[in-house]
DNA sequence: CTTTACGCCTGACGGC
DNA sequence: TGCCGTCAGGCGTAAA
């Protein structure tokens, strides 16, 4: 699944294949997605010109001139640019048929995902409402973080990967980031100090700009925006590494559920 | 307010 | 070969 640098992965790719055309038609398959695509999607969508990708956290929004399209992809969700129509296969829900014969597709297997109309005029959509900061904001910073974390008895891994915290850091990239600063994930939020915020600020941005550099992560469900996987598997210290020899001091890498998540660190690192 | 558990789904994998 | 349990990248919701 998607976290924030396959999600922006996404958006690059798929940018300059849209941008400027226009969608002639909608098809939707399976309306069932996180949350049913309306009926309305295609007349609401049909004839509008794409005029540009954003991201917010882990959502896409297509830009049509006003009105806007929210694409998530949930668990399991990829976007395809076919350069011709093709027969879709299993699990592809929404096709966005463009001029110039481009076809966007939607794929989704757990169908965790979303494709939903954000019309112009309202001001903030309600999945969006509430998100905190960007971690590449200004408003992200590691006094954010610990200001925002007083008095916090959930751990820290909980918290960073709370989206009205910070948006983007999801299971493999919260893990990435404690090991790089040296913090345990089980420890209460709270009980973090100014110091060791201002270093989990810093390893968040810096594991979310390296997996963005890489294209992303290659797991079992994602593929770049034309399905070329991502090459930040490589680059992973803990996670999904239970057992193995931590690559910094040799320490075997320790596994253990957070908040029903799978999550992993060093013992020796992360004290 | 915060914290925690639970669904929503399909598919892959390991053990028997 | 099949069956069954576990696990998977998210996140809104309800309950405590």
Redesign the pocket.
Same mark, same amino acid.
């Given at each position: =699944?998607?976290?924030l640098p396959?999600v922006e992965t996404i958006r690059r790719g798929v940018e300059p294949y849209v941008i400027g055309r226009r969608i002639e038609a909608v098809v939707v398959r399976d309306a !069932?997605l996180?949350w049913p695509v309306p009926k309305t999607l295609p007349a609401y969508a049909t004839g509008k010109q794409i005029h540009g990708v954003t991201r917010r #956290?882990?959502?896409l929004i297509f830009d049509l001139g006003g009105d806007r399209l929210i694409v $998530?992809l +949930? =668990? *399991?969700g990829r976007l395809n640019v076919l350069e011709h129509d093709a027969a879709p296969r299993? $699990?592809d829900h929404v096709d966005l048929r463009l001029s110039g014969g481009i076809v966007l597709r939607f794929h989704d297997?757990? !169908? /965790?995902g979303a494709v939903l109309p954000w019309p112009a005029g309202h001001a903030d959509h309600v &999945?969006l409402r509430g998100m905190g900061p960007e971690p590449f904001s200004d408003a992200f910073s590691g006094d954010y973080l610990y200001k925002r974390s007083r008095r916090? *008895?959930?751990?820290v891994k909980?918290?960073i990967m709370d +989206?009205r915290i910070v948006v983007g850091v +999801?299971?493999?990239y919260a893990s990435e980031a404690l090991f790089r600063a040296g913090i345990r994930p089980g420890r209460a939020? +709270?009980r973090v100090s100014r110091a060791a915020y201002a270093a989990l600020a810093a390893a968040i941005r810096d594991v979310l700009s390296i997996a963005i550099e890489h294209g #992303?992560?290659? &797991?079992?469900? /994602?593929a770049g925006a034309r399905g070329e996987a991502g090459y930040f598997q490589q680059e992973l210290m803990v996670y999904g590494r239970d057992g193995e020899p931590c690559r910094r001091c040799g320490t075997a890498i320790r596994r253990l559920v957070i #908040?029903?998540? *799978?999550s992993f660190y060093c013992p020796h690192c992360q004290p």
């Open positions: =699944m998607p976290e396959e !069932r996180r #956290g882990k959502y $998530h +949930g =668990m *399991s299993k $699990h297997p757990r !169908r /965790f &999945l916090r *008895s959930a751990p909980t918290f +989206g +999801g299971n493999i939020a +709270g #992303g992560t290659t &797991l079992r469900d /994602f #908040g029903q998540r *799978s």
